[in-house]
């Protein structure tokens, strides 16, 4: 198995450390703050009125979710009405089966017999897809799938999971990609931009020539018009969904906007967040199959509506995490993840967005160090389109992470129970503060941090200093000074 | 219950629950978000069109447009084009001026007849795509096209050289008019697939560097007749 389908998590600190330890990933990611976080951060002092049109795409995406069920069934009805299908699955399991059934019933049968994959499937981006792990149920339904996203299929290539989510191999070098292409290439490539392109432009081609089916994910879906919105750079996007005779897109409950007038909204904050562009280079909406007396696009459309925990979230104080159109600003603009790259989060999510996330999707206790995979500094949140409060969220879920049984320690239980049983006894307290400033308040005068507590306090001071006691009491300087002081 | 209603049934009690955990939002007024492109559109959107990455050229009058894109043929060195069928481009005299430069014209008619690998074969092979627009948006310099039996999609994505021929009475300021136009046009009959352009085809999957055609057309030229 490779690293592409996680099968065991990752330690995030193990994985920070070896992150912080690699300078390569260092200057990449040192780089990322300059570009693409300062394009984000140019583009909303070039808006006018910023955070009100931020405020507004909120305010859509609030609206949404109050009545999620109702939008739901109207873009059903839609996309049925222009002549598309809509298949629902619960879970990621069952959109796999769903996708891999819808190719099976395409199959020639003379394809399956010669022993090569049965269908040729092209994906356009999709972090959805990622979740579900989609590439890998293809595979084992012997259906070759490409990625042609640049970043993905060299990812792909490499059998790496995406580091960031819209430069899914930021975490590689020219070198590295260089190498990585030469493969498929069957001949040494130079470490050149162009030429790389190049190559995974004719490539990638032929497997668009070629392919049976296109798969893409969907920014956002109009419930009004039964239409999915596709939003690329690259185009590939668009040749997913022009040249295959079926297009089957995945989405998120959440992606769905009651209208198309709420579409401009979104799409001026998205392309502005991710890559600090006006709009992105392309942005299709696509209502349907091809009609009568067109030459391209697909034959067939399918939209598969995935709920995979995000209903659980709906109806949870985590509700807003739900508001995400994935644009990774949050990454960008986050001390964290500019230290440690996306791979350390472990997850198909990564950066501050990707901490609250992975462990809604992935479980709270498998995923413990994420929430705290923040300095809480708000970063994220400035920079996030839609205003998402995500510190609030780290501290909801480090709240409850205290009630998974996994984690609950019976020291930790009885050493806060003996701090709050002292603080409820004011002649306790004061008793306790005065002996703390009298020992190691005094004994630590001239240094007045400890580096290492004993027993199994130690846990505390592993990365962090703690603050020794006072030398003197606040309520004893008070009584000799500070009452004069204030008159 | 099928797995269809029993997702939905989910999604309304959620739906329901999650109401006590709605954000607080300050009130927007109407005309926030809407940006517009003052002054003259043919001017900005020529001057968008160049800060993305295309090449624009404004002209007087079809005559000129015409002598343009004869230039762009020449220096694209293009054997074949891939055309929609387009007032605008019968206007400007397109496939006699194409007959003239010794360039195959591949539109729908010739399409139409082949079968469908056929097809496939002869558009990803052309060399340049000459399609107009529905809308040209100003602010972004973004050209709105609309999938129709004889303006294929292909046209502006498939060959490496995209030429879109724009009059001035088609560009509007803002994103938000262009939607409301497609709005105007009536939602049953949106067609299958709205495609917005705003520049050549971009990535920066390698080192976060910009790089050009890497799945669409890498030159983006767009001749602009007031």
């Given at each position: 198995?490779?690293?592409?389908v996680?099968?065991t998590?990752?330690e995030?600190?193990?994985a920070?450390k070896?992150?912080?330890?690699?300078?390569?990933l260092q200057?990449?990611l040192?780089?990322?703050?300059?570009?693409?976080?300062?394009?984000?951060?140019?583009?909303?002092?070039?808006l006018p009125?910023?955070d009100l049109?931020r405020?507004?795409?909120?305010?859509?995406?609030?609206?949404?979710?109050a009545?999620?069920d109702?939008?739901l069934?109207?873009?059903e009805?839609?996309?049925?009405?222009?002549?598309?299908h809509?298949?629902?699955?619960?879970?990621?399991?069952?959109?796999?089966?769903?996708?891999?059934d819808?190719i099976r019933?395409?199959?020639?049968?003379a394809?399956?017999?010669?022993?090569g994959?049965?269908?040729t499937?092209?994906?356009?981006?999709?972090?959805?897809?990622?979740?579900?792990?989609?590439?890998?149920?293809?595979?084992?339904?012997g259906?070759?799938?490409?990625?042609?996203?640049?970043?993905?299929?060299?990812?792909?290539l490499?059998?790496?999971r995406?580091?960031?989510?819209?430069?899914?191999?930021?975490?590689?070098?020219?070198?590295?990609i260089?190498?990585?292409?030469?493969?498929?290439?069957?001949k040494?490539?130079?470490?050149?931009?162009?030429?790389?392109?190049?190559f995974?432009?004719?490539?990638?081609?032929?497997k668009?020539?070629?392919?049976?089916?296109?798969?893409?994910?969907?920014?956002?879906?109009?419930?009004?018009?039964?239409?999915i919105v596709?939003?690329?750079?690259?185009?590939?996007?668009?040749?997913?969904?022009?040249?295959?005779?079926?297009?089957?897109?995945?989405m998120?409950i959440?992606?769905?906007?009651?209208?198309?007038?709420d579409?401009p909204?979104?799409?001026?904050v998205?392309?502005?967040?991710?890559t600090?562009q006006k709009?992105?280079?392309?942005?299709?909406?696509?209502?349907?199959p091809?009609?009568?007396?067109?030459?391209d696009?697909?034959e067939e459309?399918?939209?598969?509506i995935?709920d995979?925990g995000?209903s659980?979230?709906l109806?949870?104080?985590?509700?807003?995490?739900?508001?995400?159109?994935?644009c990774?600003?949050c990454?960008?603009?986050?001390p964290?993840y500019?230290?440690?790259?996306?791979h350390?989060?472990?997850g198909?999510?990564?950066?501050?967005?990707?901490?609250v996330?992975?462990?809604l999707?992935?479980?709270l206790s498998?995923?413990?160090?994420?929430?705290?995979?923040?300095?809480?500094?708000g970063?994220?949140?400035?920079?996030?389109p839609v205003?998402?409060?995500?510190?609030?969220?780290?501290i909801?879920?480090?709240?409850?992470?205290?009630?998974?049984?996994e984690?609950?320690?019976?020291?930790?239980?009885?050493?806060?129970?003996l701090?709050?049983w002292?603080l409820k006894?004011?002649?306790?307290y004061r008793?306790?503060t005065?002996?703390?400033?009298?020992t190691?308040?005094?004994?630590k005068?001239?240094?007045p941090?400890?580096?290492?507590?004993?027993?199994q306090?130690?846990?505390?001071t592993?990365?962090r200093?703690?603050?020794?006691?006072?030398?003197n009491?606040f309520?004893d300087w008070?009584?000799?000074?500070?009452?004069?002081?204030?008159? | 219950?099928?797995?269809?209603?029993?997702l939905?049934a989910?999604?309304?009690?959620?739906?329901?629950?999650?109401?006590?955990?709605?954000v607080h939002?300050?009130?927007?007024p109407?005309?926030?978000?809407?940006l517009?492109?003052?002054?003259?559109l043919?001017?900005r959107?020529?001057?968008?069109?160049?800060?993305?990455?295309g090449?624009?050229?404004?002209?007087?009058?079809l005559e000129?447009a015409r002598?343009r894109l004869?230039l762009?043929?020449?220096?694209?060195?293009?054997?074949?084009a891939?055309?929609?069928?387009?007032d605008?481009?019968?206007?400007?005299?397109?496939?006699?001026l194409?007959t003239?430069?010794?360039?195959?014209?591949?539109?729908?008619?010739?399409?139409?007849?082949?079968?469908?690998?056929e097809?496939?074969?002869c558009?990803l092979?052309?060399d340049?795509?000459?399609?107009?627009?529905?809308?040209?948006i100003?602010?972004?310099?973004?050209?709105?096209?609309?999938?129709?039996?004889?303006?294929?999609?292909?046209?502006?994505?498939?060959?490496?050289?995209?030429?879109?021929?724009?009059e001035s009475?088609?560009?509007?300021?803002?994103?938000i008019?262009?939607?409301?136009?497609?709005?105007?046009?009536?939602?049953?009959q949106?067609?299958?697939?709205?495609?917005?352009?705003?520049?050549p085809?971009?990535?920066?999957?390698?080192?976060l560097?910009l790089?050009?055609?890497?799945h669409?057309?890498g030159?983006?030229w767009?001749?602009v007749?007031?």
């Amino acid at each position: 198995m490779t690293d592409y389908v996680r099968e065991t998590h990752h330690e995030f600190l193990a994985a920070s450390k070896e992150a912080l330890a690699d300078p390569r990933l260092q200057q990449i990611l040192g780089q990322l703050g300059d570009t693409l976080g300062r394009r984000n951060r140019e583009a909303w002092a070039a808006l006018p009125n910023s955070d009100l049109i931020r405020e507004r795409a909120r305010a859509i995406k609030d609206q949404t979710l109050a009545e999620l069920d109702q939008h739901l069934e109207t873009l059903e009805k839609n996309v049925i009405a222009r002549g598309g299908h809509v298949h629902w699955a619960d879970d990621g399991a069952e959109a796999c089966r769903i996708i891999v059934d819808l190719i099976r019933q395409r199959q020639k049968p003379a394809r399956s017999v010669s022993g090569g994959p049965i269908a040729t499937v092209v994906k356009s981006k999709s972090m959805t897809s990622e979740e579900i792990h989609l590439n890998h149920a293809l595979e084992v339904a012997g259906i070759e799938a490409v990625e042609t996203d640049l970043g993905e299929y060299i990812i792909q290539l490499a059998h790496h999971r995406p580091s960031h989510i819209v430069a899914p191999a930021i975490h590689l070098s020219a070198d590295q990609i260089a190498e990585i292409l030469s493969k498929p290439a069957g001949k040494r490539l130079p470490a050149e931009r162009e030429t790389l392109a190049q190559f995974a432009r004719r490539a990638l081609r032929q497997k668009f020539a070629e392919a049976d089916v296109g798969i893409s994910g969907a920014n956002f879906a109009i419930a009004e018009t039964g239409s999915i919105v596709l939003v690329t750079n690259e185009g590939n996007g668009r040749l997913t969904c022009a040249l295959p005779r079926c297009h089957i897109a995945v989405m998120g409950i959440e992606k769905v906007i009651p209208r198309l007038d709420d579409l401009p909204y979104l799409l001026k904050v998205l392309a502005r967040a991710a890559t600090g562009q006006k709009l992105s280079i392309y942005t299709q909406l696509i209502t349907g199959p091809r009609k009568p007396g067109e030459l391209d696009g697909p034959e067939e459309f399918h939209l598969v509506i995935l709920d995979n925990g995000r209903s659980r979230i709906l109806g949870s104080p985590l509700r807003e995490s739900l508001f995400c159109i994935r644009c990774g600003a949050c990454l960008n603009a986050c001390p964290i993840y500019r230290s440690v790259g996306g791979h350390a989060y472990g997850g198909v999510y990564a950066g501050p967005i990707g901490a609250v996330l992975t462990p809604l999707y992935d479980g709270l206790s498998a995923n413990h160090h994420l929430p705290h995979a923040s300095s809480l500094c708000g970063a994220c949140q400035a920079a996030c389109p839609v205003k998402i409060q995500i510190p609030e969220l780290l501290i909801r879920l480090r709240e409850q992470l205290h009630d998974e049984p996994e984690q609950k320690s019976r020291f930790e239980a009885l050493s806060y129970g003996l701090w709050a049983w002292t603080l409820k006894r004011p002649w306790l307290y004061r008793l306790s503060t005065w002996l703390a400033t009298r020992t190691i308040g005094r004994w630590k005068r001239s240094d007045p941090w400890i580096s290492r507590l004993p027993g199994q306090l130690a846990g505390w001071t592993k990365r962090r200093d703690f603050p020794t006691p006072a030398a003197n009491r606040f309520r004893d300087w008070w009584h000799k000074e500070g009452r004069n002081e204030s008159a | 219950m099928s797995p269809r209603d029993s997702l939905l049934a989910r999604v309304r009690q959620a739906a329901e629950r999650g109401r006590q955990y709605r954000v607080h939002l300050q009130p927007v007024p109407a005309e926030i978000g809407y940006l517009g492109a003052g002054g003259d559109l043919c001017q900005r959107f020529a001057a968008e069109v160049n800060a993305v990455g295309g090449q624009v050229f404004v002209v007087a009058d079809l005559e000129a447009a015409r002598q343009r894109l004869q230039l762009l043929l020449q220096e694209s060195g293009a054997k074949s084009a891939l055309c929609w069928n387009h007032d605008l481009l019968d206007r400007i005299g397109l496939t006699e001026l194409l007959t003239s430069a010794e360039v195959l014209t591949v539109n729908q008619s010739q399409l139409a007849v082949l079968s469908m690998e056929e097809q496939r074969t002869c558009v990803l092979s052309c060399d340049v795509g000459i399609t107009s627009c529905d809308r040209a948006i100003a602010e972004t310099g973004t050209l709105l096209m609309c999938s129709r039996p004889g303006q294929e999609r292909v046209a502006s994505l498939l060959p490496p050289v995209h030429i879109a021929v724009v009059e001035s009475r088609q560009i509007v300021p803002d994103l938000i008019d262009g939607i409301r136009w497609l709005n105007d046009q009536g939602l049953e009959q949106l067609p299958s697939n709205v495609t917005l352009i705003t520049g050549p085809s971009k990535t920066g999957d390698i080192e976060l560097q910009l790089t050009t055609g890497v799945h669409g057309p890498g030159k983006w030229w767009v001749i602009v007749v007031r």
